[in-house]
């Protein structure tokens, strides 16, 4: 195996497939990666039985070939190696790297003990990598990171025809996104749950790409993997096993108040007052007329307040917050205005985003946060 | 009692109930009076949590494996523990302190240290307000306790001890070093076995010796703190007060089996019970902690602690329940044979005032609000009335031993 690539394209690529490396691996080559050449095609590929990473790129091709070196290696040499040509070759059981006046020499590992990559499901639908990742992101916040709550690790996608959703909750909020796609077929109804990690690192990292395809393994074949693709890469995750909680029964269907804020403004007076909240004591926040003060601290501990203009629709209420929860949301919504919809101090408000005061409210995204009760 | 005449400045108690868990049994079992009595674990592998002194003259101490206390004591009679009765009778007594003064230190259910400086002009002199307190333990709880009296907490821990059971023992100021001096050197606070021994390659093996030793020598035995510490408390001098309130840190519940047990729908039946005696124990203390640990010993003694930090305090059996029960399963144990279980909660703070992360979807009123149900019908009924279904069909003790 002989071979010749740029660097930028070499480190590219060898990071896209490092992502999925196991930190500790169960089996010794599974701490590696796969170099396959043909074709003027330089393909790379990693799996830990979980996520499998693969990417094609072209290059000079000398002498076709597969070799497998250790992936940690690769990357951290591809990452620091000068801007010129990476000429990649095998000599025996190892593999030499040159670029300019450096060279490195690799033990290379049995490439023949390594498992089969799974196969790529056939694609679904489409979608841009920026909205991808947007969204993505959008609902990730919200995903649990208790791993003894293994189905509430995932997010939540669901495909009704052309309309796509991702949903994601830890319990205490959940963050629903809602977004056209272009399925491939037509009357595409699926759901799967996918580790909300890997696909927040993912979506990430396709971002750049103008076309994402999703590819939702149909029923009877290759169940419980998704796999996603775009600029050449793809990637393959299992599913989680588990029943997601039937959470459009959570969303409120009416409100007692609404409440406009500027985003930035309220943001910055949360960070600011819940400097005095001591470790998950919550934030209050009393909404009347034409301004919202927030307040933190209790008893004989430090206090704080800021009142902040609003305009409230609806009664007058007072709600407490874990900050750092109210925080995410306001981050999430991406919008100058935050609206949030109340019904009552003990049940979840909504959040959304509007672009102007007089924008029409819309549930493209919609951030729901349980309030913290203060018990007297 | 040569000591105790002159109780001026001695303004410090220790008041120790007379082995408690023993003495609050005997009050329903009154035909036991004077004979020996173990109160702990009834399986073969429990271990004695108190003994009448009848039991304690044949060698029976707590902490001793039932086993060994059987033979040691074979006519003694095993009654198993009842900790909620024990809570309430160490309540009644607390309170009774709280009347006295309102310098409460309890160090466990059964003692505190009480400073009476500001009682004296109301209850008249400590030896008057040590035996009032007896009198009233007897009268209100029917146990019996011991009182030291001094002007230090330390002397008068070891008084108490020195008068146990049933007594009153007053070490006036001047007369301290003729009581402390001939006392062996375990006495002092802060002595265990491994200094003692130090203390034994120097020869020292009285309070007197260790008196009249300079500090630095035997700073340079033990180190500079407990060098400084033990010749301090050798003189007499104990300069700690009397604090008040200092809160539980943790509230916890552990359980060795009769038998290792590997199948972990038992482990988990076994789970909900400590949860269940947990939760009872911060609702009632009107507690609320934010971290749960799950304590897992093996069969061949390795112990391995995970635990997991709530977004909000809790006091709920049922969370409790299901976060030790996900941090046992996460353990992905392969029918590992497990020795004991023990689950623990701290960052407890007073429930009053807490704030609780609401769950989306939840009922408002829901878990919670049962289990404060269940606490009153208990409370009333016994510990027995109301129980999770899943440990009601097995008899008490009997489950899952074979």
């Not at chain 1, 272009?182 to 109804?189: E, K, R, V």
């Not at chain 1, 109210?326 to 101090?345: E, K, M, N, V, Y």
């Not at chain 2, 729908?265 to 203390?285: C, E, F, M, W, Y």
């Not at chain 2, 399963?329 to 044979?337: M, Y």
């Amino acid at each position: 195996m002989k071979f010749r690539v740029e660097r930028d394209v070499l480190a590219d690529a060898v990071a896209w497939a490092a992502r999925t490396l196991p930190s500790r691996p169960s089996l010794p080559v599974l701490a590696g990666l796969v170099l396959n050449v043909s074709d003027e095609v330089l393909t790379l590929s990693s799996f830990d039985y979980e996520v499998s990473a693969r990417v094609e790129v072209a290059c000079d091709v000398e002498d076709p070939g597969v070799a497998l070196v250790s992936g940690r290696l690769l990357s951290d040499i591809a990452r620091s190696l000068p801007a010129q040509p990476v000429t990649v070759s095998v000599e025996g059981t190892r593999v030499i790297i040159t670029c300019g006046r450096s060279s490195f020499t690799l033990p290379t590992l049995p490439v023949e003990d390594y498992p089969q990559l799974p196969a790529m499901p056939p694609a679904s639908g489409e979608i841009t990598g920026t909205l991808f990742a947007t969204a993505v992101g959008q609902v990730a916040i919200a995903a649990g990171r208790d791993d003894t709550l293994p189905t509430l690790t995932g997010i939540r996608l669901e495909i009704e025809g052309t309309r796509l959703v991702l949903a994601a909750t830890d319990r205490y909020r959940l963050a629903v996104r809602e977004f056209d796609w272009n399925p491939l077929s037509t009357g595409l109804t699926a759901h799967a749950l996918i580790p909300a990690r890997t696909l927040a690192d993912t979506a990430k990292a396709l971002a750049s790409s103008d076309v994402v395809s999703i590819a939702l393994a149909p029923p009877g074949a290759g169940e419980g993997l998704i796999g996603f693709e775009g600029n050449g890469r793809r990637t393959t995750t299992r599913l989680l096993d588990g029943e997601f909680p039937k959470y459009r029964t959570l969303l409120p269907n009416e409100a007692a108040s609404i409440a406009l804020v500027e985003t930035a403004m309220l943001a910055e007076a949360v960070k600011r007052v819940s400097l005095v909240a001591e470790r998950n004591t919550p934030v209050r926040l009393s909404f009347d007329g034409s301004e919202v003060v927030l307040r933190a601290g209790v008893g004989d501990d430090a206090q704080a307040n800021e009142a902040v203009e609003a305009t409230v629709d609806g009664d007058a209420l007072e709600i407490a917050f874990n900050p750092n929860y109210l925080l995410d949301g306001l981050a999430a919504i991406d919008s100058p205005i935050a609206r949030f919809s109340f019904t009552q101090a003990t049940r979840p408000a909504v959040l959304t985003g509007l672009a102007d005061v007089s924008a029409t409210p819309s549930d493209e995204y919609r951030y729901l946060l349980m309030p913290v009760r203060l018990t007297g | 009692m040569g000591l105790g005449v002159d109780d001026g400045g001695c303004t410090i108690l220790h008041v120790d109930m007379d082995a408690f868990y023993a003495s609050v049994e005997l009050r329903s079992r009154p035909e036991l009076h004077g004979t020996p009595v173990i109160v702990g674990g009834a399986g073969g592998r429990g271990v004695v949590l108190s003994a009448t002194y009848e039991a304690r003259a044949m060698g029976v101490h707590s902490a001793m494996p039932i086993s060994r206390a059987r033979r040691l004591a074979p006519d003694a009679v095993i009654i198993p523990p009842d900790h909620r009765a024990y809570a309430e009778v160490s309540r009644g007594v607390m309170s009774l302190f709280h009347s006295v003064t309102p310098l409460v230190e309890p160090l466990s259910l059964d003692e505190a240290f009480l400073d009476i400086a500001g009682a004296l002009r109301r209850l008249g002199s400590p030896t008057a307000i040590g035996e009032l307190i007896r009198s009233r333990v007897f009268d209100e709880q029917r146990i019996t306790c011991s009182v030291g009296v001094a002007s230090t907490k330390f002397v008068a821990k070891l008084a108490s001890t020195r008068s146990k059971p049933d007594g009153i023992l007053v070490v006036p100021a001047e007369q301290v070093i003729e009581f402390l001096h001939p006392l062996p050197v375990g006495a002092l606070w802060g002595v265990g076995e491994k200094t003692e021994e130090q203390l034994e390659r120097l020869g020292l093996r009285t309070v007197g010796d260790i008196a009249s030793t300079p500090v630095a020598t035997l700073q340079r035995a033990l180190g500079q703190a407990t060098g400084r510490h033990l010749h301090e408390l050798s003189w007499g001098r104990d300069s700690r007060r009397v604090s008040p309130g200092e809160p539980e840190k943790s509230i916890g519940a552990e359980e060795t089996f009769d038998d290792d047990i590997d199948d972990a729908i038992a482990i988990h039946a076994h789970l909900l019970k400590l949860a269940d005696q947990v939760g009872a124990r911060l609702r009632s203390t009107e507690q609320v902690g934010r971290t749960v640990q799950l304590k897992v010993r093996f069969a061949d003694f390795t112990t391995i602690t995970r635990s997991k930090t709530m977004p909000g305090p809790i006091d709920v059996t049922q969370d409790l329940y299901d976060t030790a029960r996900g941090l046992f399963d996460a353990l992905g144990l392969q029918r590992a044979r497990i020795r004991l279980v023990g689950i623990r909660v701290e960052g407890l703070q007073p429930a009053q005032g807490a704030a609780r992360q609401l769950t989306l979807g939840a009922p408002e009123q829901g878990r919670r609000e049962a289990e404060i149900a269940v606490d009153s019908i208990r409370a009333r009924f016994g510990s027995t009335s109301v129980r999770p279904a899943r440990l009601v069909e097995l008899p008490p003790g009997e489950e899952y031993s074979r």
